[in-house]
């Protein structure tokens, strides 16, 4: 496992952008495919991005595909989630999650989570 840390949440205005970054500590973070979730309460935990170890394969809903980018710096040890054109049901809690091996969409086949950070997009 890695520990994860998340940062760049906040407010933003629909139609504006947010990037979050999520930087990992531990030992040979190339062998994690990188994935980003949301949740919001009452409701099970979404995916909204993953990409493999190396980034060069990534995965997008198509909830917000065309809008969220993942992307990492393997040499920082950080993945990022570009979000563009944000809409108010894209506030939620944004959870970045890791996991040796390839990309997964479920939840439950990640095994290192970070805090999460709140993302509010006003109308």
């Known amino acids: 496992q890695v520990r994860l840390v998340e940062s760049g949440g906040g407010l933003v205005q629909a139609g504006g952008s947010l990037r979050l970054s999520c930087a990992a500590s531990?030992?040979?973070?190339?062998?994690?495919?990188m994935a980003w979730f949301r949740q919001v309460p009452g409701k099970e935990r979404e995916i909204v991005g993953a990409c493999s170890g190396s980034g060069s394969t990534t995965y997008y809903p198509d909830s917000v595909k065309g809008r969220f980018t993942i992307s990492r710096d393997n040499a920082k040890n950080t993945v990022y989630l570009q979000m563009d054109s944000l809409k108010p049901e894209d506030t939620a809690v944004y959870y970045c999650?890791?996991?040796?091996?390839?990309?997964?969409?479920?939840?439950?086949?990640?095994?290192?989570w970070g805090q999460g950070t709140q993302v509010t997009v006003s109308s």
């Open positions: 531990g030992r040979s973070f190339s062998v994690y495919a």
């Open positions: 999650a890791g996991r040796k091996g390839l990309i997964k969409v479920a939840d439950g086949e990640y095994d290192s």
